[in-house]
C-alpha cells in the first residue's frame, strides 16, 4: 500500500477533537501535508482510498415545521471532513482541517434556514424562514448549497458551476491555505424541500501569511501540478496567489505534442486583503478525458504582477521576472498536469462525480471576507 492511501485509510480512526462536544463529535482527519501529485501512483492510490467509500446516511435530527436546526450523523461529517482534506492534499495545501462543533451548530441553522426558504443568501434578513442569529452569522461565514449534502457537496464546492461562480470563490475557500476550522451544516430535504449544506469556512486564520505550500512558488492551482484523476478536472481551471494582480496575465495551454489547447479566461481577481485570495479563471477545451491514457498539458501563465518575491525554505526563486513600469515585478509560472483516467467505466466509482450543475442543485455566489 502506498504512504498515502496508508494515511487516507488511517483518516477513520483518528480521534482528535475541539470544541465542548468533542466525545461526540466526528474523528478528525488527519493528512501527511499533502499528496506528491509527482507520484502516479500514489495519487491513484490516494483517488481510491478517499472515494471509493459507502457515503454514510445523514440521519438528520432535526424538523423543518418546528424550525428545529437538529444534527448530521457523526459519520457523514467525518466523511466530509475526509473529502475535504483529499482536495487539499491534492491541491498542496495542509490538510489536517478539523471540524469546531460550535461553527457546525451555527452552520447547521444557516443548513436549515436555507432548505426551508428555498433560497440561497450570505445575507438573509429577519423575515427569512426559520431565521436565527446564529444562521445569519453562519451564511456570512459559509459556503452555501441547495440540493446536496455531506462529500457529494465538497466536490459541488469544488467544481463550482454557473454563471455566479465564475471566479470559483467555494474552490478558493475550501484551498484557501491557512485555513485549519472548518463548521459543516446538513439538513435533510423532504417533499419538494431540498437538502442543504453549509460550510463554515473562515476561520481565525484566513489572514494568516505563514502557512506552508506543496508548490515552492506558493500558488494553489486546481487542477493542481503533476497527476490528477480525471474525474476530478472539472470545466474550470484555476490558479490562486495570495494579493496577485491577473490584470494582465496571459494563459496559454500546450499538449505535449507542442498543440495549443483553446481556452477563454472567464475571470481575474485581483483582491488585495481579501478572502478568497487573487484568482485567475479559465475554460479550456481538453476534449473527452475519459481515453483511458494519460494526457498531460503544459501551462503557462505570463504577465503577473506578484504581491511578492516566492521563496522555498531560503532560497529566492526567480520565475520570469522583468522590470514592470507599473510598480511591481512580473513573473511567469510554469507548470505541468498529467490527467490520468486509469478507473474504467466499469468501476463502482464511474458515476460518483458527475458534472453537478442540474436542475436540483444550487450554489450562490460566494462571500468574501476583508479584514
Given at each position: 500500500?502506498?504512504?498515502?492511501?496508508?494515511?487516507?485509510?488511517?483518516?477513520?480512526?483518528?480521534?482528535?477533537?475541539?470544541?465542548?462536544?468533542?466525545?461526540?463529535?466526528?474523528?478528525?482527519?488527519?493528512?501527511?501535508?499533502?499528496?506528491d501529485?509527482?507520484?502516479?501512483?500514489?495519487?491513484?492510490?490516494?483517488?481510491?482510498?478517499?472515494?471509493?467509500?459507502?457515503?454514510?446516511?445523514?440521519d438528520?435530527?432535526?424538523?423543518?415545521?418546528?424550525?428545529?436546526?437538529?444534527?448530521?450523523?457523526?459519520?457523514?461529517?467525518?466523511?466530509?471532513?475526509?473529502?475535504?482534506?483529499?482536495?487539499?492534499?491534492?491541491?498542496?495545501?495542509?490538510?489536517?482541517?478539523?471540524?469546531?462543533p460550535?461553527?457546525?451548530?451555527?452552520?447547521?441553522?444557516?443548513?436549515?434556514?436555507?432548505?426551508?426558504?428555498?433560497e440561497?443568501?450570505?445575507?438573509?434578513?429577519?423575515?427569512?424562514a426559520?431565521f436565527?442569529?446564529?444562521?445569519q452569522?453562519?451564511?456570512?461565514?459559509?459556503?452555501?448549497?441547495?440540493?446536496?449534502?455531506?462529500?457529494?457537496?465538497?466536490?459541488?464546492?469544488?467544481?463550482?458551476?454557473?454563471?455566479?461562480?465564475?471566479?470559483?470563490?467555494?474552490?478558493?475557500?475550501?484551498?484557501?491555505?491557512?485555513?485549519?476550522?472548518?463548521?459543516?451544516?446538513?439538513?435533510?430535504?423532504?417533499?419538494?424541500?431540498?437538502?442543504?449544506?453549509?460550510?463554515?469556512?473562515?476561520?481565525?486564520?484566513?489572514?494568516?501569511?505563514?502557512?506552508?505550500?506543496?508548490?515552492?512558488?506558493r500558488?494553489?492551482?486546481?487542477?493542481?501540478?503533476?497527476?490528477?484523476?480525471?474525474?476530478?478536472?472539472?470545466p474550470?481551471w484555476?490558479f490562486?496567489?495570495?494579493?496577485?494582480?491577473f490584470?494582465?496575465?496571459?494563459?496559454?495551454?500546450?499538449?505535449?505534442?507542442?498543440?495549443?489547447?483553446?481556452?477563454?479566461?472567464v475571470?481575474?481577481?485581483?483582491?488585495?486583503?481579501?478572502?478568497?485570495?487573487?484568482?485567475?479563471?479559465?475554460?479550456?477545451?481538453?476534449?473527452?478525458l475519459?481515453?483511458?491514457?494519460?494526457?498531460?498539458?503544459?501551462?503557462?501563465?505570463?504577465?503577473?504582477?506578484?504581491?511578492?518575491?516566492?521563496?522555498a525554505?531560503?532560497?529566492?526563486?526567480?520565475?520570469?521576472?522583468?522590470?514592470?513600469?507599473?510598480?511591481?515585478?512580473?513573473?511567469?509560472?510554469?507548470?505541468?498536469?498529467?490527467?490520468?483516467?486509469?478507473?474504467?467505466?466499469?468501476?463502482?466509482?464511474?458515476?460518483?462525480?458527475?458534472?453537478?450543475?442540474?436542475?436540483?442543485?444550487?450554489?450562490?455566489?460566494?462571500?468574501?471576507?476583508?479584514?
Amino acid at each position: 500500500m502506498s504512504p498515502a492511501a496508508a494515511v487516507i485509510l488511517a483518516l477513520i480512526v483518528s480521534t482528535s477533537f475541539v470544541g465542548p462536544d468533542a466525545g461526540v463529535r466526528p474523528a478528525t482527519p488527519h493528512f501527511e501535508p499533502w499528496i506528491d501529485t509527482s507520484d502516479r501512483e500514489e495519487v491513484l492510490a490516494a483517488y481510491r482510498a478517499a472515494f471509493d467509500r459507502e457515503i454514510p446516511a445523514l440521519d438528520w435530527t432535526g424538523t423543518a415545521e418546528q424550525c428545529q436546526a437538529g444534527d448530521s450523523s457523526d459519520a457523514l461529517r467525518r466523511e466530509t471532513l475526509v473529502r475535504i482534506s483529499w482536495y487539499r492534499a491534492m491541491a498542496g495545501v495542509p490538510a489536517d482541517v478539523i471540524e469546531d462543533p460550535l461553527l457546525s451548530d451555527k452552520a447547521q441553522a444557516a443548513a436549515l434556514m436555507m432548505s426551508v426558504e428555498g433560497e440561497l443568501t450570505h445575507h438573509p434578513e429577519s423575515d427569512f424562514a426559520c431565521f436565527s442569529a446564529a444562521g445569519q452569522q453562519a451564511a456570512a461565514n459559509s459556503n452555501l448549497y441547495l440540493g446536496r449534502t455531506g462529500p457529494s457537496a465538497i466536490d459541488g464546492y469544488i467544481e463550482d458551476p454557473g454563471d455566479r461562480n465564475i471566479d470559483v470563490g467555494h474552490r478558493s475557500t475550501i484551498l484557501h491555505p491557512p485555513t485549519g476550522i472548518m463548521g459543516i451544516g446538513h439538513v435533510a430535504g423532504s417533499g419538494d424541500r431540498y437538502p442543504a449544506n453549509a460550510l463554515w469556512v473562515f476561520d481565525d486564520d484566513v489572514f494568516a501569511r505563514d502557512y506552508q505550500t506543496r508548490e515552492p512558488e506558493r500558488f494553489v492551482a486546481w487542477p493542481p501540478r503533476g497527476f490528477v484523476p480525471a474525474r476530478v478536472v472539472y470545466p474550470r481551471w484555476s490558479f490562486a496567489l495570495q494579493e496577485a494582480d491577473f490584470t494582465d496575465a496571459v494563459v496559454t495551454m500546450t499538449t505535449d505534442a507542442g498543440e495549443d489547447v483553446p481556452l477563454e479566461v472567464v475571470a481575474r481577481i485581483s483582491k488585495d486583503g481579501e478572502i478568497p485570495s487573487s484568482v485567475l479563471v479559465w475554460e479550456p477545451d481538453v476534449g473527452d478525458l475519459s481515453r483511458g491514457v494519460d494526457r498531460a498539458f503544459t501551462i503557462t501563465i505570463a504577465n503577473v504582477v506578484a504581491a511578492a518575491t516566492p521563496t522555498a525554505g531560503d532560497e529566492v526563486i526567480e520565475i520570469g521576472r522583468a522590470a514592470d513600469p507599473g510598480g511591481g515585478p512580473r513573473s511567469t509560472y510554469v507548470y505541468r498536469v498529467v490527467v490520468i483516467d486509469d478507473i474504467g467505466n466499469s468501476s463502482p466509482l464511474a458515476g460518483l462525480l458527475a458534472p453537478i450543475s442540474d436542475a436540483t442543485s444550487e450554489l450562490v455566489g460566494v462571500a468574501r471576507l476583508s479584514p
